[in-house]
Every structure is written in structure tokens, then in C-alpha cells.
């Protein structure tokens, strides 16, 4: 089970942090990823994390200002939001491993003035 | 960044036909490693996303033997022999060896 946390209502140019909570898993073994999905619109893929925090994968479109990184010991995922814009309002999604087997029920960011 | 097309974008079934959606990547999805890293997602309404195939036609665990994939190279099909109601719902094609990861607009299924 993946369960999110952390989305609410941001301003242009402030911050949010997502959280991701696994459990009934080696949380550990696998790559984690996240994915959003703006309003009546389509997945997009947005950043994923090796097992060991050493390698971080991004779509160009967050890379300068979304930061994904992780605590095994807690079993948990997390997605650092800077800098926020209209276009990124979404539900975000965290889901396990490279293939996305496992999907969480998601958290809702909208960014608004 | 590989770019995944999927035809048609909108697919009016009737209960008991066949369906099928058609996702074409830009670039050859075969990976250094011989493996071919295409998946299939369902998302029903008001849904997360669930995974319904996995490297191009392995069915994920539960889900019914109408859904089949196929497939090779660029050219991916999803299929369903017989829908069902509640097969209702948007389907993606999603590839996993390019980065970054891309996915196919969605294919809209409706009765």
C-alpha cells in the first residue's frame, strides 16, 4: 500500500513537500516514482529514485525546481516543491518501482494566487 | 523524449465486443537488454491508475484474461476480447526504456 500526503493550496513561487508512506513491502528493494495528473488531463511521469537515493531521474520540466529523495528507514518517499507555477497543479501520484505496479490513492496540489 | 501516440483517443464499445487500442512510440522501445519495456494502465473514474499489462503482454495479477497485449518494436496493441462495464475508463500506454518515461495521451472507453 502507498499512501501520499502534503498537497494543499500553494502560491506562484512557494513550496510544498510530498510525502509517500509504503507498507506490505520491502520498501527498500525497489525504485519509487512519481507521477502527476493535471485536471482533465493525461499522466505524466515526473521523477523517479533508485533504491539507495543514489540515482534521480526527472522530466525536464520540474528538473531545476522539484527535488525527489527518500528515508528507507521510514519507509518513505518524498517530492521537494520549489518554486511552484499554475502548470503544476496536479494530483500527484507515488508509485512503486521502474513499472509502476502499486499506485497510491494520490494528493491534490493546487497552485494559486 | 520518446513520444507515445495512441489511436483512437476516444473508443465507444458495446457490452460483449472486442476493443482494441493502438500505441506507437517514437523510437524503437527495445532495451540494451533485449527486453521491451511497454505497459498498459486502467484508470476508472475517480480511479488511482492501476497496471493492467507489463513488458508488452505479461498480465498483471487479477486482472481478467479478455485484456491482452502485443506487440513489438514501435507498434503496441491493447486488447479486450469481450467489454465488460467495468472496463469503463481511460487507458495508457506507458514505455520504461527511455528516459525520461513518457506516456500515451489516453484512450477514453465508453459504452
Known amino acids: 500500500q502507498l499512501v501520499e500526503s502534503g498537497g494543499g493550496l500553494a502560491q506562484p513561487g512557494g513550496s510544498l513537500r510530498l510525502s509517500c508512506v509504503g507498507s506490505?513491502?520491502?520498501?527498500?528493494?525497489?525504485?519509487m516514482t512519481w507521477v502527476r495528473q493535471a485536471p482533465g488531463k493525461g499522466l505524466e511521469w515526473v521523477a523517479n529514485i533508485k533504491p539507495d537515493g543514489n540515482e534521480k531521474f526527472y522530466v525536464d520540466s520540474v528538473k531545476d525546481h522539484f527535488a525527489i529523495s527518500r528515508d528507507n528507514a521510514k519507509n518513505s518517499l518524498y517530492l521537494q516543491m520549489d518554486n511552484l507555477r499554475a502548470e503544476d497543479t496536479a494530483v500527484y501520484y507515488c508509485?512503486?518501482?521502474?513499472?509502476?505496479?502499486?499506485w497510491g490513492q494520490g494528493t491534490m496540489v493546487t497552485v494559486s494566487s | 523524449d520518446v513520444v507515445m501516440t495512441q489511436s483512437p483517443l476516444s473508443l465507444p464499445v458495446t457490452l460483449g465486443q472486442p476493443a482494441s487500442i493502438s500505441c506507437r512510440s517514437s523510437q524503437t522501445l527495445v532495451h540494451s537488454d533485449g527486453n521491451t519495456y511497454l505497459n498498459w494502465f486502467q484508470q476508472r473514474p475517480g480511479q488511482s491508475p492501476r497496471r493492467l499489462i507489463y513488458?508488452?503482454?505479461n498480465r498483471d495479477s487479477g486482472v481478467p484474461d479478455r485484456f491482452s497485449g502485443s506487440g513489438s518494436g514501435t507498434d503496441f496493441t491493447l486488447k479486450i476480447s469481450r467489454v465488460e462495464a467495468e472496463d469503463v475508463g481511460v487507458y495508457y500506454c506507458m514505455q520504461a526504456t527511455h528516459r525520461p518515461r513518457t506516456f500515451g495521451q489516453g484512450t477514453k472507453v465508453e459504452i
Open positions: 508509485s512503486r518501482g521502474d513499472w509502476l505496479d502499486i
Open positions: 506490505g513491502f520491502s520498501f527498500s528493494n525497489f525504485w
Open positions: 513488458k508488452v503482454s
